[in-house]
């Protein structure tokens, strides 16, 4: 199993819509989680942290499920402006890496 | 603040040449990072530092050597290229705790 994946999608959704994705990780330990966001041919680029009891910046919310080992990421009234790659990252414990998922294509349709 | 610069943003090379890649950051931060991306493999971390003088092997470390001299700097060698090394390179730097990490821009290495 991998230490972190993700359904590569692509998730295409019309603008307004609200969409989820989920991200799933093996060390049940592991500590602390984000999600960043990537355009094409640009650098990934820190969305939101992820913490224990949820959390939410605007329309996207953010939640950690430790019994399931998921984090998930909700976006709601999606934009136009939102279509990218959605890239979820796992820190294992005991290490100082991050491992990041192959991440999640989000077109939003006009 | 200029945050994490890489160069140069795009290199060709031929198989068995070296170079290296450069990162500098001003953020007088603790940890940096190097990933690869290559299509459908995601990013993958190659070495890292928690410090100046400090180093480790991440992932995908052959073929690649790294050094940490001072805080602002990091550079990626690779030491004798091969066409699977043809990938985006991104260096990535943080604080220390649980804080994401900034990246660079990129560097589009093609081994020829």
């Known amino acids: 199993r991998k230490e972190v994946e993700q359904d590569p999608g692509p998730f295409n959704v019309p603008e307004g819509a609200t969409v989820a994705f989920n991200c799933t990780y093996s060390n049940s330990a592991s500590q602390s989680f984000f999600w960043y966001r990537q355009d094409c041919r640009k650098e990934p680029k820190l969305l939101m942290s992820v913490y224990s009891s949820g959390n939410e910046d605007g329309r996207f919310t953010a939640q950690l499920n430790r019994a399931s080992q998921y984090i998930s990421l909700l976006i709601r009234d999606s934009k136009l402006s939102d279509s990218a790659t959605y890239l979820c990252?796992?820190?294992?414990?005991?290490?100082?890496?991050?491992?990041f998922g192959t991440g999640t294509r989000l077109k939003v349709l006009a | 603040n200029a945050g994490v610069t890489q160069t140069p943003k795009f290199q060709v090379l031929k198989t068995g040449q070296s170079m290296t890649l450069q990162c500098a950051q001003d953020m007088n931060h603790e940890y940096m990072s190097w990933y690869r991306q290559d299509p459908g493999m995601g990013l993958r971390l190659i070495h890292y530092s928690v410090g100046a003088g400090i180093t480790d092997q991440g992932e995908v470390p052959n073929g690649y050597n790294v050094s940490r001299s001072t805080t602002e700097d990091f550079p990626l060698r690779l030491l004798s290229a091969a066409p699977s090394q043809t990938s985006v390179y991104f260096c990535?730097?943080?604080?220390?705790?649980?804080?994401?990490?900034?990246f660079g821009s990129g560097t589009r290495l093609t081994i020829v």
């Open positions: 990252v796992v820190n294992p414990p005991g290490t100082y890496k991050y491992i």
């Open positions: 990535a730097s943080r604080v220390t705790g649980d804080y994401g990490y900034t």
